[in-house]
């Protein structure tokens, strides 16, 4: 059994900070690609970043210059650190991980979502 848990949502102003972290716990073998994926009522999930065991990145355009990815391999976390936060950046952010268990079988699973709330 594998959980992805996150922490770290809230509310902020426009122009704040927040941090959300995501820990894979249970059965975990190793953890390949780990990502965030946000969504707003009416919308379709989008992909706002991702980061391979290796480091590499790719983050969603609006998002580039603002958000940083990272990962601690030690600990299956990974991170997502936002700055410059704007007020379309209101939504609930989930974790996704495809990850290996130790029969070295991948799965793909995501958190259970965390709310964050950018006011004016």
């Known amino acids: 059994q594998v959980q992805l848990v996150e922490s770290g949502g809230g509310l902020v102003q426009a122009g704040g900070s927040l941090r959300l972290s995501c820990v894979a716990s249970g059965t975990v073998f190793s953890v390949n690609i780990m990502g965030w994926y946000r969504q707003v009522p009416g919308k379709e999930r989008e992909q706002v970043a991702y980061i391979t065991s290796g480091g590499s990145t790719d983050y969603l355009d609006s998002v580039k210059g603002r958000f940083t990815i990272s990962r601690d391999n030690a600990k299956n976390t990974v991170y997502l650190q936002m700055n410059s936060l704007k007020l379309e950046d209101t939504a609930v952010y989930y974790c996704?991980?495809?990850?290996?268990?130790?029969?070295?079988?991948?799965?793909?699973?995501w958190g259970q979502g965390t709310q964050v709330t950018v006011s004016s």
């Open positions: 996704n991980a495809d990850i290996l268990d130790w029969s070295s079988r991948e799965y793909n699973y």
